[in-house]
Nanobody, 117 residues
Framework: QVQLVESGGGSAQSGGSLSPPCAASNLRSSDYTMGWYHQYPGKERDMGALITPEGTPEYEDSVKGRFTISRDNDQNIIHLQMNSLKPEDLAIYYC???????????WGQGTQVIVAS
């Protein structure tokens, strides 16, 4: 069973940065699109940033130009570099992994990000 473990969330000041990694196990990275979803308070979980096995990124509009997703397929780790943080980035961030060979995605347990104004 695929396991995803996030770390590196926490608190930052507005305009600051965080860089949570997600460590994946029990998968072959080259088969999976991976990424980060965010869940704002009182809202549903939505895509924030994805990255294909080949390294092509995709971003939700609110994070474009501020967040950068990257991956290391050898180490089975993805990173989300979060710059220019805003108070509205406050959310729980979930690591995500999906392959065409399995119907449902795998999820991490989530990591809280708080941004103080």
């Amino acid at each position: 069973q695929v396991q995803l473990v996030e770390s590196g969330g926490g608190s930052a000041q507005s305009g600051g940065s965080l860089s949570p990694p997600c460590a994946a196990s029990n998968l072959r990275s080259s088969d999976y699109t991976m990424g980060w979803y965010h869940q704002y308070p009182g809202k549903e979980r939505d895509m924030g940033a994805l990255i294909t096995p080949e390294g092509t990124p995709e971003y939700e509009d609110s994070v474009k130009g501020r967040f950068t997703i990257s991956r290391d397929n050898d180490q089975n780790i993805i990173h989300l570099q979060m710059n220019s943080l805003k108070p509205e980035d406050l959310a729980i961030y979930y690591c995500y992994a999906k392959t065409i060979y399995i119907r449902h995605p795998a999820w991490g347990q989530g990591t809280q990000v708080i941004v103080a104004s």
